[in-house]
């Protein structure tokens, strides 16, 4: 299984940018798909997730309001559309996959996805 990450980039604050995650070699159906960062010199933490099914969505609450999760079910990609970039949002953005071999940790816990991309780098700054 291979979860392959792309979009990121320099931007300026108060930028967008979109990530993609495409995901491939895997037969079995996502229960959902979600995105982490993590900062130099800190936990990787929860940005974005989304249920492969019905497309429900959660959001951290630092990315509330200018991010926004979206899946092509067909594709099989996920996307974060982040508008409203701040320099704290500066880190590397991983997408994750959730088989969903585990029910009991929430979908905002690291532990919960099975499969991780490699990583892409997101820098706001002027």
């Known amino acids: 299984v291979q979860l392959q990450a792309s979009g990121g980039g320099l931007v300026q604050p108060g930028g967008s940018l979109r990530l993609s995650c495409t995901t491939s070699?895997?037969?079995?159906?996502?229960?959902?798909m979600g995105w982490f960062r993590q900062a130099p010199g800190k936990e990787r933490e929860f940005v974005a997730t989304?249920?492969?099914?019905?497309?429900?969505?959660y959001y951290a609450d630092s990315v509330k309001g200018r991010f926004t999760i979206s899946r092509d079910y067909v594709k099989k990609v996920v996307y974060l559309q982040m508008s409203r970039l701040k320099p704290e949002d500066t880190a590397v953005y991983y997408c994750?996959?959730?088989?969903?071999?585990?029910?009991?940790?929430?979908?905002?816990?690291?532990?919960?996805?099975?499969?991780w991309g490699q990583g892409t780098q997101v820098t706001v700054s002027s």
């Open positions: 994750a996959g959730d088989s969903g071999s585990d029910y009991s940790l929430p979908l905002t816990d690291t532990r919960r996805y099975d499969y």
């Open positions: 989304i249920t492969w099914g019905g497309a429900t969505t």
């Open positions: 070699g895997h037969t079995f159906t996502w229960y959902a």
